[in-house]
């Protein structure tokens, strides 16, 4: 992994709870997705983005090392804490982790509405750049007229998808550079 997936990562986190936190959950708020404003996301939503967040990395890392101390107390030292515990992993086990966490800070930056976020990844088909964030879908689409599905659709590729994709190719280029 790069070293600074997770260092981002841990910071957009850390930015989202720094929002929940100002913007205290009152008996206003719906689960309604945010339309006015792209940059503030309906308090709920944030909070349940931060807990599945956690809990997601919590799981992983308890499954991968059951010997795993105490999650920290801040959210966003749950990366380092999970980079820390899943260190000496096999190898299958960090690249699904490093999977994991650059899915979450896509997910970070797009639930603070940069979108822009997918722009600089490949598209897993075409290996093109020009993917650009269809909310209503939740999913990237390809915009390359050549990248085109068995309907004849541009290709969608969700957050998983993309963070796969990225990891395998970033693995694949690390073994050439090695060889
Ligand atoms: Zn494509």
């Not at 720094?18 to 006015?36: D, I, K, L, S």
Request: hydrophobic share 35%.
């Amino acid at each position: 992994m790069r070293s600074t997936d997770d260092e981002t990562a841990a910071q957009l986190l850390a930015q989202l709870h720094q929002y929940f936190v100002q913007h205290p959950v009152t008996g206003e708020h719906t689960r309604r997705a945010p339309t006015t404003s792209p940059t503030a996301p309906a308090n709920l939503a944030v909070v349940d983005h931060i807990t599945a967040t956690v809990r997601e990395l919590a799981d992983f890392t308890r499954q991968a090392n059951p010997e795993a101390e105490q999650l920290p107390e801040r959210v966003q030292d749950a990366y380092r804490w999970c980079v820390e515990n899943t260190a000496n992993s096999p190898e299958a086990i960090q690249q699904r982790r490093d999977v994991i966490v650059f899915r979450q800070r896509l997910e970070h930056a797009i639930a603070m509405g940069d979108d822009k976020v997918v722009r600089p990844i490949r598209c897993p088909q075409c290996r093109g750049l020009g993917l650009f964030w269809k909310a209503e879908y939740q999913r990237a689409v390809c915009t390359s007229m050549r990248c085109l599905n068995k309907d004849g659709l541009s290709n969608r590729w969700s957050l998983a998808r993309l963070a796969t994709a990225h990891i395998e190719a970033q693995q694949k280029t690390h073994r050439e550079c090695a060889t």
